[in-house]
Structure formats: structure tokens, C-alpha cells
């Protein structure tokens, strides 16, 4: 059985390693930053923040491990038709833990978007009143960590609550090379009109773009917390 990266050899449970080290570095103590204002809202709001990354963390490990069930899946069907395989064409796959693929996925996508709304709301509520060019900091830090990368995140998030929500007709998994990839729409034009603007011409799938997403999450939250923790 495949396992998440989030699990630990011979040990029951699941660990989320960089959720906790985030997690002690902010529960140990109150913020350096703002000077005025309630820093104890400030650091209940930095923890709302690490547990939505907390959540990409958790879900992106699910999503691996969903993906090396469906390869082991594939794998064995291959196996089992022995040299007949040889012969067959096959550039597509539709095998019953796919749609748990797309799933995790769209967990992940949702809970990178939730990462970006605890930001615009909870932490700027305690932060920007009390210092306006803090928060001008935090949201250059959001651009520089990965802006674009959060912006894909939010639209694709909507992409699944309005259109495009796994498993449907056509939904499934590419051969490349013996290895199944599973593709994902292009970056979204115009968010207004989901409908005519869903292709697939740039090759994205899950795994690359969630592992994306993933290490925009750890530079964003590192620098975020160094603003309020410079120790």
C-alpha cells in the first residue's frame, strides 16, 4: 500500500512536519509586530493561517499516496495481461481510485486558496489598523512568494465549486511512458466565464502543480512569520 509522506515508517498516525514546526515557533510566544493593537489577535490569527497550510500539507500527502495506488493499480492490470500488454495502444486510463486523484487534488487546490483568505481577512483585520505599512509588507511578501501561483489556486478553486468537478466524462488519468499524470485545466482567462475557457493545451496535471503550489505555501508562511518573529 502506498503511503502519504506525511506517514512514518513502523509508526501509526499521520505527521505534519512543517505544520509544527510553524506552529511552535508562533504558540511559544506573542509577536514582535504591530507595536499597538492586540498581538495576542495578531498571533491567533498567524495560527489560523498555519493551520490552513497545515491542511495543503496533510492533503497534498493524501494526494500522493492516492496516486501511487492508482499507479499500483494500472501496474498490476498490465502485469496481469502479461505480454498481451506489448501489443495493446493505450494512452488513457480510467481506473476506479482515478477519481480519488482528482479529489484530493481539488482538496489541495482548496485549501491553498484558504491559506490566501486567511490572509486577506483574519490577519489583516488585527494587523492593518493598527500598522498600515506592516500590512503593505505582508502583501509584498504575498505577491513575491508566489502571487500568481495563489491567484491560479483561487480560480481553479472555483472552477470546482461551479464547473469542473471531477469525476465526469473524459476525466481520467494519461499514459506517459508507463506513468499515469493527471491533467488540469489551463490558467482560467477570464474568470467570468468558466464554460468557454476550460482547455487543457499547456499540459499541467495534479501532482507538478500542487508540489507548485506547495513550496509557494512554505516561502509565503516563512517570511510572514518572520516579520512577527525575527528569532
Not at 506552529?23 to 498567524?46: N, Q, S, Y
Not at 465549486?161 to 466524462?169: G, I, K, N
Not at 501532482?207 to 512569520?225: P, Q, R
Request: proline share 5%; with cysteine.
Amino acid at each position: 500500500m502506498s503511503m502519504s509522506p506525511n506517514e512514518i515508517q513502523s509508526t501509526p498516525g499521520i505527521f505534519l512536519m512543517r505544520r509544527r514546526d510553524w506552529f511552535h515557533r508562533v504558540a511559544m510566544g506573542i509577536p514582535e509586530k504591530p507595536t499597538a493593537g492586540d498581538r495576542r489577535a495578531v498571533r491567533d490569527a498567524l495560527l489560523d493561517l498555519i493551520d490552513a497550510a497545515g491542511g495543503l500539507e496533510f492533503s497534498r500527502g493524501e494526494l500522493l499516496r492516492v496516486i501511487g495506488i492508482a499507479q499500483e493499480e494500472y501496474s498490476s492490470a498490465m502485469r496481469a495481461l502479461g505480454q498481451q500488454s506489448d501489443k495493446l495502444v493505450i494512452d488513457a486510463w480510467g481506473g476506479a481510485t482515478v477519481p480519488a486523484v482528482y479529489f484530493a487534488f481539488f482538496e489541495a487546490v482548496t485549501w491553498t486558496r484558504t491559506v490566501i483568505d486567511r490572509f486577506q481577512e483574519p490577519l489583516k483585520e488585527v494587523v492593518q489598523p493598527h500598522d498600515p505599512e506592516l500590512w503593505k509588507t505582508l502583501q509584498r511578501i504575498r505577491s513575491e512568494s508566489g502571487g500568481q501561483v495563489f491567484n491560479d489556486a483561487r480560480t481553479l478553486a472555483g472552477v470546482s465549486l461551479h464547473w469542473y468537478s471531477p469525476p465526469h466524462a473524459g476525466c481520467g488519468a494519461k499514459i506517459v511512458n508507463g506513468k499515469l499524470v493527471y491533467p488540469v485545466v489551463d490558467n482560467v482567462d477570464n474568470e467570468q466565464d468558466f464554460r468557454n475557457n476550460l482547455n487543457f493545451s499547456k499540459g499541467r496535471h495534479a501532482e507538478t502543480l500542487v508540489d507548485e503550489y506547495w513550496k509557494a505555501v512554505c516561502i509565503f508562511i516563512d517570511k510572514i512569520l518572520h516579520e512577527f518573529y525575527s528569532q
